[in-house]
């Protein structure tokens, strides 16, 4: 581990030995492997870029908390990922992810946590509820917390 220099105890920075070392309940292998080929969320093209396919990822409740803590409901995403998605000038999204572990919540209801590494340079931990339905995957919750090196 490689502490941080705030003294907050909070502050710590995982080694990537470490994150990817984490312990998942076997018994929730094939939910990991299901929910690591869905993150990160709104990011991955294959899985749609249009704001039916968006809509179609979420909970009718979803909301997230983004890096600069600002609280965005559902419309807000939405609206966010049209643009997103539909200016041609935008670069390619470049990212990867690791760390991943998941946990049961409730019933079909699932916690997943994992660290994303966006443009080779800004590092997020990223928590995801997710919950398993009739029609699929459906993201409830998803927030975003910068890390700092």
């Known amino acids: ?15 990537s030995e470490t994150e990817s070392s984490q312990v998942n309940d076997p ?6 492997a299901e929910l ?12 749609g870029t249009t704001r039916a ?8 409740e979803f909301w997230e908390i983004g890096a600069s803590g600002r609280r965005y409901d559902r ?4 609206e966010v990922l049209e643009k997103r998605f ?10 990867e992810t690791s760390g991943f572990e998941c ?6 209801v699932y916690l997943l ?3 994303l590494l966006q443009e080779k340079q800004r590092k997020s931990r990223r928590t995801a509820i997710w919950q398993r339905t009739d029609s699929g995957w459906k993201i409830v919750f998803h927030q975003g917390t910068l890390m700092q090196d």
Request: proline content about 5%.
């Open 1 to 15: 581990m490689v502490f941080a220099s705030s003294a907050n105890v909070y502050d710590v920075a995982m080694s």
């Open 27 to 32: 018994r929730l292998a094939e939910t990991l």
């Open 36 to 47: 690591m080929s869905r993150e990160p969320i709104f990011h991955r093209t294959e899985l």
């Open 53 to 60: 396919d968006f809509d179609g990822m979420m909970d009718p």
């Open 75 to 78: 419309e807000d995403v939405l």
């Open 86 to 95: 539909h200016d041609s000038s935008r670069p390619e999204d470049l990212w």
């Open 103 to 108: 946990r049961r919540l409730a019933g079909e």
């Open 113 to 115: 946590t994992y660290t």
